[in-house]
Each structure stands twice: as C-alpha cells, then as structure tokens.
C-alpha cells in the first residue's frame, strides 16, 4: 500500500525480511526499497538499527504511511468465537485495547499480510488477524471490527532506499538528511559531538543510540537533522560531529515530507 501510494508506476515486490528487500535492491534485483522504520504507537521498527548502517544502500525518501487497521476472521467467525490473533508485532502492539477487551492469545506473525493468509488458509473460526482492508479483500475474509488500533492518526514512516545517492537540489526546498556515528561511553562524549549542532542552529529531529559491543563500552547513534549538506551550519554541525566522534556514515538527503508540516 505504502509503495502503491507512493510510487504508482512501478511494481510492488514482496520479500520475506527486511533483510532480503535490502539485498535484493543491493543485486539490482530491485530499484528500490520501501522500509518502515518508526510507527507513532508502536515505536521503532525492530532491525532497523542494525540493518541501515550496515547496508550499501542510500536513503533518498521518506513517506508517511496511515495505518488502519481490521480485525479479519474466516467467514462465520464472531469477536465470541475467536481465541488467537495473529499479526506482526507492529500490528499487535498498535492494537493493545484489542487484546485487553477480548481477552484472546496474541500470535506474532512475520507481517500483517502473512496472518491475514494464514487466517484465510486455516478458516477456524478461532483464528483471526489483524491487517489492512486489502488484505481482507485479497484473502476473502470478513471484517470483524474497523479501525482497531489504539488511536485513531495512527501512521507509519517509511524511508526509500536506493543503490546510488540521489541529493536533492538545496534550491528545490527543505530536505533531511540521516547519518549514523560512534562515539567512545565516556562522560561528556555524546555532548561534545552534538554541540556543533546547537551553536550552528540545526535541528535535530531523532536520536537514538545503540550498544555495539560485548563490553558496553561503545555506543552507535543514529540521527535526522533539518537541512542539506551544502547549506554551511549544517556543514559546521557535521564537521564538528566528526571530529568528536570515533565514526560517521552519512545515509542519505532526500526532500522533506509535507507531512512533517501538518498540524
């Protein structure tokens, strides 16, 4: 749905991982990846820590994504009959009022789709799942309940992964631009390599860190800021950036979203 809505004119291609999306785009089996990262209720997508600083792949777009989900069931099935849920853990996690009016066992499933097939393939009135209006109509169930999830606005943020960097012009409008870096755990480390950011007035919008190695000793943040490369505070900041941290890998500039703008 995400890359019918965002790229209408190329062709949606499924992949059981994360991991094999990343290496198919790699082997030029695919132009481009479409991969969620963060959702408002559930929070951060899990792999994505490890899978964006280690791919050979550049971040050229993001897209905000509505999530709305279904409870789907087999035809005959009532919110009485069913016993298990099956969703990915992102469906699951939107959706804890469910579980707690119910009463039913949660069943995490590899995506949205895969349970609402499943679902479809058992046709136990027990079994249901949670997933999109589409995948009811792809597998032929029935709609127990619209609009499950915990809060209504709920929206996932995708990013778009390419093989090559595609930099937007500085000239065309705001864009963003996301980096991972390394720093020692040691007091002040952290402070001293975001400060750069703040005296040149470039907004940070997300941080988060990551322990790499066995003793705990080293940390990995991943990090969106406000701004083109080209423009000079944001130049400063990542100057300053580099020389306090131990690494830094820039992931990509891509235009910012009209989304970030909406009340």
């Keep these: 749905m995400a890359c019918a809505a965002a790229y209408p004119d190329m062709e949606a ?6 991991a094999e999306c990343f290496a198919a785009v790699e082997a030029g089996g695919c132009e481009l990846a479409m991969i969620p990262i963060e959702n408002t209720l559930g929070g951060r997508v899990a792999d994505m820590h490890h899978l964006l600083p280690e791919s050979s792949l550049y971040i050229i777009g993001e897209h905000y994504q509505p999530v709305r989900h ?10 009485d009959s069913l016993k298990t849920i099956a969703s990915h853990e992102q469906g699951l996690a ?36 949670i997933a999109s209006e589409l995948a009811a109509e792809t597998y032929g169930l029935q709609i127990l309940r619209s609009r499950i999830e915990d809060r209504l606005g709920n929206t996932t943020r995708m990013v778009v992964m390419s093989r090559t960097s595609v930099e937007p012009d500085p000239l065309d409008g705001a864009a963003m631009t996301s980096l991972v870096f390394e720093t020692r755990s040691v007091p002040g480390a952290l402070y001293k390599a975001l400060g750069g950011f703040a005296t ?4 940070i919008t997300k941080l988060e860190s ?12 991943y990090i969106e800021v406000e701004g083109h490369p080209s423009d ?3 130049s400063n900041a990542f100057e300053e950036l580099q020389f306090f941290s131990a690494k830094m890998k820039r992931l990509g ?11």
């Excluded at 291609?13 to 994360?18: A, L, R």
């Excluded at 279904?70 to 919110?79: D, E, N, R, S």
């Excluded at 040149?200 to 907004?203: A, L, Q």
């Design 200 to 203: 040149n007035g470039v907004n």
């Design 210 to 221: 990551y322990i790499i190695d066995q003793s705990f000793t080293a940390a990995q943040f």
């Design 70 to 79: 279904q409870l789907l069931a087999p035809h005959g099935a009532t919110l």
């Design 232 to 234: 000079p505070a944001v």
């Design 13 to 18: 291609v499924g992949h059981g991982t994360f």
């Design 253 to 263: 500039t891509y235009p910012k979203s009209d989304w970030r703008s909406q009340p």
């Design 94 to 129: 939107q959706c804890r009022e469910l579980f707690r009016e119910l009463g039913v066992e949660a069943l995490d499933f590899g995506d949205t789709a895969g349970a609402a097939k499943e679902a479809a393939e058992r046709n136990d009135p027990t079994f249901g799942a």
